[in-house]
């Protein structure tokens, strides 16, 4: 089966601007999970879909970013205006079902430059 | 909270060499370690996991086992490959029933022919 996707794969925008990020789980997976990483820092949680509910959205760190999840398929991460401190690599996962014993499958990752 | 730590790369090998990544954690209760892995151009996979004290955890000739007193998760492989350069992410999740996991900074292994 085909893996968790993210597009674009690197994304270079200036400050202020706008961009949006695009991830598509695995067929059959109902749990979408958005993390973020910062340069050289840890990957920090975002947010959790079920479907097309947001679960658990606690580490979305302000009201800049906007996630989506339209008919519980694909997911859309929005970055309105964008700051410096929002480069990172932005990853994408995907599983079954929730809870431990469920794994997460990860995308490649989308990097964003904001220059 | 709970917290990961483990130690700054990049870690510089030549092939054939003994690897070790430290992992060291903070949680309350019993939490589940695991150890990602990312290639280049490629997402964070499952490498070897334990879910409690004195478990350990194995694949692709990697192993790391779960302490408890010392509150450690240390990756090793007797004999790495250039094909496992990549970065590698200590993480734990839970305990109580906590699934998002919390990451490490991650540790780029870079192995030379």
């Known amino acids: 089966e085909a893996g968790v996707t993210q597009f674009p794969s690197h994304s270079v925008i200036e400050k202020g601007q706008t961009v949006t990020l695009r991830c598509d789980p695995i067929s059959g997976h109902d749990n979408l999970y958005w993390y973020r990483r910062v340069m050289g820092k840890e990957i920090k949680f975002l947010l959790h879909f079920v479907k097309e509910s947001k679960q658990d959205e606690s580490g979305m760190p302000n009201n800049r970013f906007l996630a989506e999840r339209t008919g519980g398929t694909y997911s859309t991460l929005k970055v309105q205006p964008a700051e410096l401190e929002d480069s990172g690599v932005y990853f994408c996962?995907?599983?079954?079902?929730?809870?431990?014993?469920?794994?997460?499958?990860f995308g490649p990752g989308t990097r964003l430059t904001v220059t | 909270g709970n917290s990961v730590t483990q130690m700054e790369g990049p870690v510089t090998l030549s092939e054939e060499a003994f690897l070790t990544i430290n992992c060291t954690y903070t949680?309350?209760?019993?939490?589940?370690l695991f150890w990602y892995v990312q290639y280049p151009g490629e997402g964070l996979q499952l490498l070897l996991k334990a879910t409690k004290a004195d478990d350990k955890g194995s694949n692709k000739g990697f192993e790391a086992t779960y302490r408890k007193e010392t509150t450690s998760f240390h990756l090793e492989k007797g004999s790495v490959q250039v094909s496992d350069s990549a970065v590698y992410f200590c993480?734990?999740?839970?305990?109580?029933?906590?699934?998002?996991?919390?990451f490490g900074r991650g540790t780029s292994l870079i192995v030379h022919p």
């Open positions: 949680a309350t209760g019993y939490p589940s």
């Open positions: 993480a734990l999740s839970g305990p109580g029933g906590s699934y998002i996991p919390t």
């Open positions: 996962a995907s599983s079954r079902g929730q809870g431990g014993t469920y794994e997460q499958y």
